[in-house]
């Protein structure tokens, strides 16, 4: 346990300096906010099938993502350590959502659930919409029992 607390206390420290921040997955190498993303965002097919049957393409994602008076995308982007992964929803972003994860260049796609590490993958982004008065925000674990945590803030690496 101390070992850990002191990991997440050097993942502030280097939030807050401006460098990556180690996480249990990897870095945090990136945050902005934007205007504009890159969503692929499919229908739910057409043609009905018995619950067993039901694919991933077929599930019904809900309405495309938009954003509200006074809100932002926010992008965390991360490298994953050899051996790791990042799931669309282990993190919430000062408490919304994960709404769809991207590698490297390609768009945001909400049917991404997780991220295993792959040599030929960079970057991977995670999307969240956010009010964009706060300033700073805390992208912290949504798992159980879990205490880890970094702040962000846009330009800070």
């Known amino acids: 346990m101390t ?3 002191f990991l997440i206390f050097i993942g502030l420290g280097f939030a807050a300096a401006g460098h990556a921040a180690e996480m249990r997955f990897g870095e945090v ?3 902005a906010l934007r205007d ?5 965002w ?10 067993s049957h039901v ?13 509200g008076a006074g809100q932002k995308w926010a992008v965390v982007t991360v490298t994953l350590t050899k051996g ?11 408490g ?17 659930w997780q991220q295993v590490y792959e040599p030929a993958v960079v970057d991977v982004h995670l999307l969240y919409t956010v009010a964009e008065a706060e ?16 702040t962000l803030e846009e330009g800070e690496y």
């Open 3 to 5: 070992t850990r607390l």
């Open 29 to 31: 190498v990136d945050f």
């Open 36 to 40: 504009r993303v890159e969503l692929t």
């Open 42 to 51: 499919e229908a739910a097919c057409c043609e009905a099938r018995p619950a």
């Open 55 to 67: 694919r991933l393409e077929d599930i019904d994602w809900g309405p495309r993502p938009a954003l």
């Open 84 to 94: 790791l992964s990042i799931g669309k929803y282990d993190y919430t972003l000062s």
């Open 96 to 112: 919304a959502p994960c709404v769809a994860i991207a590698t490297n260049d390609g768009p945001f796609d909400p049917r991404t």
């Open 135 to 150: 300033g700073t925000y805390l992208f912290s674990m949504s798992l159980l029992g879990s205490s880890e945590s970094v």
